[in-house]
Nanobody, 127 residues
């Protein structure tokens, strides 16, 4: 199976940028759909963005559209989340997830469609 490790989180002022990475070990996720979710204190985990295993299709939550960009480098077994124009409302633990068995253009948008998860990385945006 695949193990995922997120990195790149930290503290940033509103309007700033961060780049998160999700690196895999144990097995390639080259043909897996991938996505990012986030969870703020006291709130349920919510969908952020997903990318098909081909990299050709993406889907963004309305709250981050135009500010966040997902990308993947299957040769490096790594998925990225570039976050620009960050807002205090973006403060959360960000989780990377992978899903198996989907065709090349499929974007998985719900938690139930993912098979494995990383441990999360904290993103804090100050006013």
């Amino acid at each position: 199976q695949v193990q995922l490790v997120e990195s790149g989180g930290g503290l940033v002022q509103a309007g700033g940028s961060l780049r998160l990475s999700c690196a895999a070990s144990g097995r390639t996720f080259r043909t897996d759909a991938m996505g990012w979710f986030r969870q703020a204190p006291g709130k349920e985990r919510e969908f952020v963005v997903a990318i098909s295993w081909s990299g050709a299709r993406t889907y963004y939550a309305d709250s981050v559209k135009g500010r966040f960009t997902i990308s993947r480098d299957n040769a490096k077994n790594t998925v990225y989340l570039q976050m620009n124009s960050l807002k205090p409302e973006d403060t959360a633990v960000y989780f990377c997830a992978g899903g198996r068995g989907y065709y090349s253009e499929y974007v998985a948008r719900s938690m139930a469609e993912y098979d494995y998860w990383g441990q999360g990385t904290q993103v804090t945006v100050s006013s």
